[in-house]
């Protein structure tokens, strides 16, 4: 049995590629900064007959994440999913803005791969899957700080891909557009009135060409065949799952 870690595997995106991880056979490590959270996908991945549980992690933190990793037997899948979002332009975004992005985003990346690739060494290899974001290929307005964020992504999973190919390490990363998950809710509830939120959820869905938001569980499906050992074949690859937004934009 492969042990998968997942990152802010306790919502959204995170949660949908833990239970669907979990179905192909994997014992499934959430490490979220929401304990509770991701308590309850663990044990909804108990409930299917599955195998999981959760580390609370704070990913920004190198020593967080160190003892996470210490205590974790082996590490044969990493997916970070763990993020936060970022709205602004250059001139809005103040320095604490960009180290509170460059925490989570970045730097959250760098430390779960940094820990995560000796363990894979050891086992003969692994796969990484980083999720990043249509915003690191396309100018997506007042985005500044979260942009640079998944650009980053993208380097660094190019980088790692490089440079552990002849050790049996692959490292992928998928690009989403818009995805409704509870952040979105969440958004739309603390930005607009009630009766401003219906139109301002369908001009959300109509950026993307194919007229809708993609679903959590439609990454998760593309995640877990990035991760699974058909995609053997496959590392360096950053694949939008977008809607049409970078064909048609």
Known sequence: MKHAIITGGGSGIGRAIALRIAEDGNHIVILDLQQEAGDETAELIREAGGSAECLRCDVSETDSV?????K????????????????????????????????????????????AVPKM???????????????????????????????????????????????????????????HTPFVDGYLAKNYPEDEREGMFEKLSEYQPIGRMGKPSEVAELAAFLCSDKAAFITGSAYDIDGGVTLLR
């Open 66 to 70: 160190r003892e996470v990793f210490e």
């Open 72 to 115: 974790l037997p082996r590490a044969d899948i990493l997916v970070n999913s763990a993020g936060i979002a970022s709205i602004g332009n250059v001139g809005d975004t103040t320095p604490e803005e960009m180290d509170r992005i460059y925490g989570v985003n970045v730097k959250g990346l760098y430390h779960c791969i940094h820990f």
């Open 121 to 179: 060494i050891a086992e003969g290899g692994g796969a990484i899957l980083n999720i990043a974001s249509i915003a690191a290929k396309v100018g997506i307005e007042n985005r500044f700080a979260y942009s640079m964020s998944k650009g980053a992504a993208v380097a660094m999973t190019l980088s790692v891909a490089r440079d552990y190919i002849d050790q049996g390490i692959r490292s992928n990363c998928v690009c989403p557009a818009r995805i």
